[in-house]
Nanobody, 117 residues
Framework: QVQLVESGGGLVQAGGSLRLSCAVS????????MGWFRQAPGKQREPVAT???????STADSVKGRFTISRDSEEKTVSLQMTSLKPEDTAVYYC???????????WGQGTQVTVSS
């Protein structure tokens, strides 16, 4: 059974920091690109950051320089360190796993991040 379980969301003031974590089980972690997406109310889900199987990160322009994605192959986790948070970062954040060769894709249940001004 595939499971992606996010944790670390919450309420923070603008300028603050949060660290999201996603614990992965049920898949061969080394065969999946991992990522974080977010969806704000009334908006489409959008990519925030991804990290390849070799550890190469890619971040959206809107969070570049503020958010850092990382993965731990031993622990089978992927994390998103978020700093200098802004109210516009408020959204439900989803962990995502995408197989590097097939179209297999899995999602976590999401974790709420709320940034107050």
């Amino acid at each position: 059974q595939v499971q992606l379980v996010e944790s670390g969301g919450g309420l923070v003031q603008a300028g603050g920091s949060l660290r999201l974590s996603c614990a992965v089980s049920g898949i061969r972690f080394s065969s999946f690109t991992m990522g974080w997406f977010r969806q704000a109310p009334g908006k489409q889900r959008e990519p925030v950051a991804t990290i390849s199987v070799t550890g190469e990160p890619s971040t959206a322009d809107s969070v570049k320089g503020r958010f850092t994605i990382s993965r731990d192959s031993e622990e089978k986790t992927v994390s998103l360190q978020m700093t200098s948070l802004k109210p516009e970062d408020t959204a439900v954040y989803y962990c995502n796993a995408e197989h590097i060769y097939t179209d297999s894709r899995f999602w976590g249940q999401g974790t709420q991040v709320t940034v107050s001004s």
